[in-house]
């Protein structure tokens, strides 16, 4: 059983930046992948970003250039950077991993920006 915990949504006006953080109740360092998904009000949860084991990561088309993906092993924990952010980046975001044979989500973070 994995437990995913994630912290700093918040409101923010445009143009503003969070950073959101994913700590994980097992060791990160030998997970495949972490990825951030968000979910806004009547849409399907949609992929965010990820990292890989070996740091290689990848975005959506959406927020490339705006936010950063990136982990901690030692404090097995992601972290998500937002800047520049949109109102359209309104959602509820949450953290994912799978470990064989499930996967597992946090219980979500509510990012609010406001025009």
């Known amino acids: 059983q994995v437990q995913l915990v994630e912290s700093g949504g918040g409101l923010v006006q445009a143009g503003g930046s969070l950073r959101l953080s994913c700590t994980a109740s097992?060791?990160?360092?030998?997970?495949?992948?972490m990825g951030w998904y968000r979910q806004a009000p009547g849409k399907q949860r949609e992929l965010v970003a990820v990292?890989?084991?070996?740091?290689?990561?990848n975005y959506a088309d959406s927020v490339k250039g705006r936010f950063t993906i990136s982990r901690d092993n030692a404090k097995n924990t992601v972290y998500l950077q937002m800047n520049s952010l949109k109102p359209e980046d309104t959602a509820v975001y949450y953290c994912?991993?799978?470990?064989?044979?499930?996967?597992?989500w946090g219980q979500g973070t509510q990012v609010t920006v406001s025009s």
């Open positions: 097992i060791s990160i360092f030998n997970l495949n992948a």
């Open positions: 990292i890989t084991r070996g740091g290689i990561t």
């Open positions: 994912h991993t799978f470990v064989r044979p499930s996967d597992y």
